[in-house]
């Protein structure tokens, strides 16, 4: 399973890292995507990281103000969020594909994924 954790309260241009931490299976096998969904919005791919943290993928929504990172000693994949806007409020998931991204992390292709994590909420006031 995974286990995301890091969400909280942050003011407009806060930063904020989110983690997801894997048991019971080898994450190194497996890419790392991150999601998000908002109220009321549908789910959107946020970012991703291949098996060996080789290839990355962010939605233009984040680029240049998200990084996504994994370490695969400590089965952890990390998603910090800088210069965070009210807009980037959510839950915020994480999944586990094969062992590449996909070329569009697809908010509506839930079911590519094999593990999925609890989410945890993301505030950004303004």
């Known amino acids: 399973q995974l286990q995301a954790s890091g969400g909280g309260l942050v003011q407009a241009g806060g930063s904020l890292r989110l983690s997801c931490a894997a048991s019971g299976f080898t994450l190194k096998n497996y890419a790392i995507a991150w999601f998000r969904q908002a109220p009321g919005k549908e789910r959107e791919g946020v970012s991703c990281i291949s098996s060996r943290g080789s290839s990355t993928y962010y939605a233009d929504s984040v680029k240049g103000r998200f990084t996504i990172s994994r370490d695969n000693a400590k089965s952890t994949v990390y998603l910090q969020m800088n210069s965070l806007k009210p807009e980037d409020t959510a839950v915020y998931y994480c999944?586990?594909?094969?062992?590449?991204?996909?070329?569009?992390?697809?908010?509506?292709?839930?079911?590519?994924?094999?593990?999925w994590g609890q989410g945890t909420q993301v505030t950004v006031s303004s």
């Open positions: 999944a586990a594909t094969g062992l590449w991204c996909p070329t569009v992390v697809d908010g509506k292709r839930g079911a590519e994924y094999d593990y």
